[in-house]
């Protein structure tokens, strides 16, 4: 059951994206805000670590202090704003792991897992960074386009030898498909966004396999949605790399 809710969730996290990226502003942010939600108060319970509801509560905040951030910041640094909810975020998790008295002995691994979460949480928010840079949903879908068939490549059961190069290939060529049916996106263009996208999302699979199946509901829908929110940034930059 949680191994479906950890493949499902992605396809309607990045469905609510694309979809979100042809509405308005207030839209495109209450869908930033509710990804980080659903991600920052589930990856506690993710990583198995002490202090879930605080910790997850702080990666929440971070994440949605980034949304509004980069929906109301003046272009074109639509970030820039990003660092100090960062920073913020890991200072918080910092005197959450001085001050609590239980799990002394893994103290290391909850700082890091949490803090990892926080610049996942905030990463988000380069969807809608992303959109107000191009002024409008070409790229927001033809990325999407290569993460879904990434993620959907993801969820067939085979090694990870024979499905990283599959999803790949096939993110690389969807990418520019998408570009040519639906936008005036060059193709050279689409397919490095392609290729990028699919390696993220197919090192987050490999990330799952590695470290078993979660725990509970929370932590499938936040491992589930961990590849869409750190792939917000990415395509921000990626898409000021190649069109500016």
Known sequence: MKSWITGLAPIVALAAVIASSYSALGLRVGVGVLLAAIFGLGWPYYLGIPAKKTLGTIIALAGTGSAVAAALTEGPGFLVHVPIF??????????????RGTGQVHRLESTLGAG??????ALGSGWIAAHRFTGDGA????????????????????????????????????????????????????????????????????????????????????????PVASLGALVYFVDKLLIT
Do not use: K, N, Y
Not at 86 to 99: D, T
């Open 86 to 99: 960062i920073a913020l975020g890991l200072g918080s998790v910092f005197v959450v792991q001085l001050v």
């Open 139 to 226: 790229m927001t879908l033809v990325t999407g386009a290569a993460a879904l068939v990434a993620l959907l490549v993801g969820l067939i059961r085979w090694p990870d030898r024979v499905v990283t190069p599959l999803g790949l290939v096939l993110a690389a060529l969807a990418g520019p498909l998408a570009a040519l049916l639906f936008s005036e996106i060059q193709v050279v263009p689409a397919a490095i966004v392609g290729l990028v996208v699919a390696a993220v999302v197919l090192a987050f699979r490999r990330l799952g396999t590695l470290a078993g199946a979660p725990r509970s509901v929370p932590g499938a829908l936040a491992m589930g949605v961990a």
């Open 116 to 121: 990892a979460g926080v610049a996942m949480s």
